[in-house]
C-alpha cells in the first residue's frame, strides 16, 4: 500500500521548466557578461545601481538569498576588481558598508549593453503583453519562495 500522496504533474512540470529556464537563462547570461564578470556580481551590480545607495554585507545576502560568508566572499572579488567600496560604519567599527563604484557603474552599464541583444530578442519573440501578464504570476512565485525560508 502507498500512502504517498502524488504530486500533481502540473505542479512538477511548472517548476521543471522554471528550473530549465533559470540553467539556460544563466548560462547565456554568463556567456554575454564582459570577461572576468561573474553572474553573481552582475546581479549585485545592477541591484547597487538601482538602489543608488550604500548596504551592509548582511543586508545583502538577505536580498540574495545567501549567507553571509559566500557575500563577503563575493564582495572581496569584486572590492579586488574596483566594482564596490567598502567602508566601516563610522558609528559601528564591526558593520561595513558597500556602494557600487564609478568602475562598477561602467562595468554593469558595459553588461548591460552585452546582454541586451538576448534581452531584446526574447522581448520581441515573447512580446511585451505576455511579459507583463507572466510577471505578477512570477513575483507571487518568488515571493511565496522566499516565504518558505
Do not use: C
Amino acid at each position: 500500500m502507498n500512502d504517498r500522496k502524488e504530486t500533481d504533474p502540473l505542479a512538477i512540470g511548472l517548476f521543471s521548466e522554471i528550473a530549465t529556464v533559470d540553467q539556460l537563462m544563466r548560462a547565456r547570461l554568463s556567456r554575454a557578461l564582459p570577461r572576468g564578470m561573474e553572474l553573481s556580481h552582475f546581479t549585485l551590480l545592477n541591484y547597487l545601481a538601482g538602489i543608488q545607495a550604500e548596504r551592509t554585507p548582511a543586508q545583502l545576502a538577505r536580498v540574495f538569498h545567501v549567507t553571509k560568508a559566500a557575500m563577503t566572499n563575493t564582495l572581496g572579488k569584486m572590492e579586488r576588481a574596483g566594482y564596490v567600496h567598502i567602508r566601516p560604519d563610522w558609528d559601528d567599527a564591526r558593520r561595513k558598508f558597500v556602494a557600487i563604484s564609478p568602475a562598477g557603474l561602467r562595468a554593469r552599464d558595459h553588461a548591460i549593453s552585452n546582454v541586451a541583444p538576448l534581452l531584446e530578442k526574447a522581448m520581441q519573440e515573447l512580446g511585451p503583453a505576455n511579459v507583463r501578464a507572466a510577471l505578477p504570476f512570477l513575483r507571487r512565485l518568488r515571493t511565496l519562495l522566499s516565504a518558505a525560508d
